[in-house]
């Protein structure tokens, strides 16, 4: 029976221990989600230990009571080794993209003390995950129809909504717009959610007639929203016919039923008045007193009086307990006339109710307006506070925060900038198109090295083994320095200051130089050891042989009747630099000359005596070319030009011939010719006789002909 006993309670310990699971009913891949574990030890375990499995390619992001999900890839553990109690674990699981349908979910495991072997996790073994929901955004029209007059301008709201966390930036542009209309936005893109003023503006040309205005909204990634706006052009309004016409807000003393009240606001006294343009004068109207502004520093709530306002104009209060609650200004504009009221803001302890995860999240707080609707809001501009010291404990980074609205239970990222910080708080501005609930939020960025100080040594001194030695300090950082920059010192050789080599000696004939230095390296441990340097050099003989070529290579271009001129007069400047030692010199020069040889040109006139010797030579050579054709046709009438003088009867001439009879030398005045050929008068052929007793007259004496006369 005792036994048997035993036994029973025994059975009845273990079936007190468990460890069950509780899912959600459905989930959506992509968006985290919490699972809860149910921890049960019984009456008897003292220690236990938890290995929770989650699917495939899902990733868990937090875990509660230390929880360890980072060691390996999938899983979560816990491990208690005394004091085993029932409790609650839980923590966060992302599922992925890819995931759908009814997922499996019953691979962890659990072991308690007194139990032989693990036993599988209990309660939710799957859990339903649905395809993300597209990201998209919408458009909307704060009126569908507006009326405008001719050279008047009226605004046009338009609201930007993002759906599912669409995050792209929108471009708002203006279709089928009228002749002589102009459209504009401001702002002309932002990412979601937004809002944006459209004015329209028309012209004494603009045509009066209706027009379907297309607004067309751009995201990034080229998804459209489109939505219309009709456009009705008026005849402009006659002010000053005491007729509240389109475009006029009064006429004259007609008010059209406003009040100061119906124009500033409930609570408002005085007397409207109206201009010469026929728009309301409020300036003798007396506005309800503001509430002023309270923060309640012990509930970390404000409550914010709201005075009544018109379209266009800007409300503003200042907050100061940026410790308690995270805003310090709220500014709203309105797109309508607001009644005097209350604006509430409350600090939130955790996510609302309904509301997905926020990761990171700082503070969340939501407003509550009694008298201001979002669609009497064109923009909000919220600016807060984030202490310094969260952020270095979470390692969130500055650059990262963001505020968030929650729309349609999806936490919308707003436009967020920063605007300063001080030695407690970092300062942010953030515009959101409405007033509801709102979460601050930033991005853990991974942990960076600063940048460390350069490392650093002592001068190198000698030991007595002569190697060097030094004090090198460096400075380390990475993850096992906590990415904090550590300093070291350490001992390290180094080389010491080596003796100056000394001079080169006189360049050797195969044209080297050497010199006794010093060295040293890791290969010299260290020491500083004597070797021998050489360096290359031009000798003497060297020089001497690269003059002699080039005086070679000057002889060869002479052979070949070039101009060497200029090359001799570089030969003629190495021949003094080889004198006077310069060797380097005289081998530049000597190699300049014999390249400026071989380069040298013809020359212009080889024959001795140059172009004048030419010119006569060519002139001779052209005359006795005459000389011969003028005989050959006989036009010439002396042959045998005999060079001697003569004289023939008293008198001299140069230029004789002689006969062909007699060989007499005959000058030319007595020469006969007949035939081309040549007599003297004895021999010269008979002609006819003369009469007689007809003497011809002697001539007078005439000088001696000239060489181009007797030609």
């Known amino acids: 029976m005792a036994t048997l006993f035993m036994i029973l309670v025994a059975a009845a310990a273990a079936s007190a221990q468990s460890v069950s699971r509780d899912l959600p009913d459905s989930s959506t891949a992509g968006s985290s989600f919490s699972v809860a574990l149910s921890v049960s030890p019984g009456a008897t375990a003292t220690y236990y230990a938890i290995d929770e499995i989650v699917p495939t390619g899902w990733i868990v992001t937090a875990a509660t009571a230390g929880g360890d999900f980072t060691s390996q890839t999938g899983h979560v553990k816990w491990v208690v080794v005394s004091g085993a109690a029932s409790t609650v674990y839980s923590y966060n699981v992302t599922p992925s993209l890819s995931a759908s349908g009814s997922v499996p979910y019953s691979f962890g495991i659990f072991q308690f003390e007194g139990q032989s072997d693990s036993l599988f996790i209990g309660g939710d073994s799957s859990v339903a995950v649905t395809a993300p929901p597209i990201q998209d955004f919408t458009i909307t029209l704060n009126q569908s129809s507006i009326s405008i007059p001719r050279n008047f301008s009226k605004p046009v709201t338009v609201t930007i909504t993002p759906l599912s966390g669409y995050n792209q930036v929108v471009t708002l542009t203006a279709l089928s717009v009228p002749s002589g209309t102009v459209a504009s936005f ?23 007639a209706t027009t379907i205005i297309t607004v067309k909204a751009t995201g990034a990634d080229n998804k459209t929203q489109n939505t219309t ?16 016409e389109a475009g006029e807000s009064c006429d004259g003393t007609n008010f059209g039923g406003a009040t100061c009240a119906t124009a500033l606001g409930g609570g408002s006294t005085g007397n409207l008045s109206c201009t010469f343009s ?8 007396t506005p309800p007193p503001t509430v002023p502004v309270t923060v309640n520093v012990l509930q970390d709530s404000a409550t914010l009086g709201v005075p009544a ?37 409350q600090k939130l302890i955790g996510s609302p109710a309904l509301a997905p995860d926020l990761q990171n999240a700082y503070q969340f707080f939501t407003f509550t307006p009694t008298n201001i609707q979002d669609n009497k809001i064109t923009s909000v501009i919220v600016s807060f506070a984030v202490n310094k010291t969260w952020l270095n404990q979470t390692k969130v980074s500055q650059s990262t925060v963001k505020l968030n609205r929650l729309v349609n239970s999806t936490w919308m990222p707003l436009v967020t900038s920063k605007t300063g910080e001080d030695s407690n708080f970092v300062y942010y501005d953030a515009i959101s198109p409405g007033l509801s609930v709102f979460g601050i939020n930033g991005a853990v960025t991974a942990p960076q090295c600063p940048a460390c100080p350069q490392s650093s040594s002592t001068e190198c001194t000698v030991q007595q083994d002569g190697s060097g030695i030094q004090s090198v300090t460096t400075y380390t950082c990475s993850p096992q320095t906590d990415f904090e920059c550590v300093q070291s010192t350490a001992p390290q050789s180094c080389c010491p200051t080596c003796p100056p080599p000394g001079e080169y000696g006189s360049c050797a004939p195969e044209g080297q130089r050497t010199r006794q230095a010093f060295a040293c390296s890791n290969q010299t ?31 060869t271009a002479n052979s070949q009747n070039r101009d060497t001129t200029v090359a001799e007069g570089i030969l003629q400047q190495a021949r003094s630099a080889l004198a006077a030692g310069n060797y380097d010199q005289a081998k530049s020069l000597a190699d300049q000359a014999r390249v400026s040889s071989q380069n040298a040109p013809e020359k212009a006139f080889p024959i001795p005596g140059g172009p004048l010797v030419l010119i006569a030579i060519l002139a001779a050579v052209a005359a006795a ?87």
Not at 189 to 198: D, E, G, R
Not at 229 to 244: F, K, R
Not at 662 to 667: A, G
Request: aromatic content about 4%; overall charge positive; proline content about 8%.
């Open 309 to 345: 306002a018109q379209s266009g104009q800007t409300i503003s209060w200042n907050l100061s307990q940026p410790s308690k609650l995270a805003i310090t200004l709220v500014k709203v504009v309105v797109n309508a006339t607001v009644t005097a009221g209350q604006l509430s803001i």
């Open 625 to 711: 070319i005459l000389i011969v054709v003028l005989r050959m046709k006989g036009i010439l009438i002396f042959r045998h030009k005999v060079q001697d003088h003569c004289y023939i009867g008293g008198e001299e001439t140069i230029l004789g011939f002689r006969c062909e009879v007699c060989s007499q030398r005959v000058c030319i005045r007595h020469a006969r010719t007949q035939n081309g050929r040549v007599f003297c008068e004895k021999h010269a052929p008979k002609g006819p006789e003369k009469p007689k007793g007809e003497e011809k007259p002697k001539p007078p004496p005439k000088p001696p002909p000239s060489p181009e006369e007797e030609l």
């Open 186 to 208: 401001s702002p002309t893109s932002s990412i979601p959610a937004f809002a944006s003023t459209l004015t329209l503006a028309t012209s004494p040309s603009s045509a009066l």
């Open 525 to 555: 441990e260290f020491k500083c050891v004597q070797t021998t340097e050489s360096q290359a050099c031009i000798s003497q003989e060297i020089a001497e042989a690269s003059i002699a070529m080039a005086q070679q290579a000057i002889n």
């Open 229 to 244: 706006l009709s456009l009705a052009v008026t005849v402009p309004p006659v002010c000053g016919n005491s007729v509240v």
């Open 278 to 285: 026929c728009s309301l004068d409020t300036s003798a109207c």
